[in-house]
Structures are given as structure tokens and as C-alpha cells.
């Protein structure tokens, strides 16, 4: 069993930064951070694989980047630049499987929200 508790939410303005965290209690093969905007379906934000391969949604390279503390256990999202249509409940999720299917993710966290105003 993963158990993965997020922090770092909250209300920013854009053009700003916020730094999620997410502490696991167990790494796994691909962990990453998902959003999920009201009325909007849950998408992938950013990936990452044991191997330190990472993925990113179109709408956040260059603005986002993900990053595992092994020391710390913990999976990181830090965010710049940010655009009100950022704003969303973000989730830690972890898979076994692959990073490229969201359906394969067994594991998630609470969610910490994020709102960003313009």
C-alpha cells in the first residue's frame, strides 16, 4: 500500500509560483501530478518515471517542472508563470504500470488546490 500526502496549494496571482510536494510512502515505477478543474475531466500535468524520464502536458512545459527527493520521499511540482487556467485540485498519483495511461494509476493522494487569479 502507497500512501501520498500533498502540500504547497493555495491562491496566487498570476505570473506567480507555488512549489507542490507530495510525501510517498513508497517510491513506485511512475508518479506524477494530475489537475482536475471544476467541470473539466482529471488530465496529466507531469510524469515521471524511476529512471528520471519525465512527460508534460503541452499547456505547462516550460512553466512546470516535476522532480523526486529521494532523501525525502517526496515528489515535487514546481510551478512558474502561473495562468488562471491553472487553477484546479492537483493530485499526487503513483502507477506500477506506466506513466502513460491514467487509468493505471492505483494510488492517490487527497488533492491540495491551487487558484490562481488574474
Known amino acids: 500500500q502507497v500512501q501520498l500526502v500533498e502540500s504547497g496549494g493555495g491562491s496566487v496571482q498570476a505570473g506567480g509560483s507555488l512549489r507542490l510536494s507530495c510525501r510517498y510512502t513508497s517510491s513506485r515505477y511512475c508518479m506524477g501530478w494530475f489537475r482536475q478543474a471544476p467541470g473539466k475531466e482529471r488530465e496529466a500535468v507531469a510524469t515521471i518515471y524511476t529512471t528520471g524520464d519525465a512527460n508534460y502536458a503541452d499547456s505547462v512545459k516550460g512553466r512546470f517542472t516535476i522532480s523526486k527527493d529521494r532523501t525525502k520521499n517526496t515528489l515535487n511540482l514546481q510551478m512558474n508563470s502561473l495562468q488562471a487556467e491553472d487553477t484546479a485540485m492537483y493530485y499526487c498519483?503513483?502507477?506500477?504500470?506506466?506513466?502513460?495511461?491514467?487509468?493505471?494509476?492505483?494510488?492517490w493522494g487527497q488533492g491540495t488546490q491551487v487558484t490562481v487569479s488574474s
Open positions: 498519483a503513483a502507477s506500477d504500470v506506466t506513466c502513460d495511461d491514467q487509468s493505471s494509476f492505483g494510488y
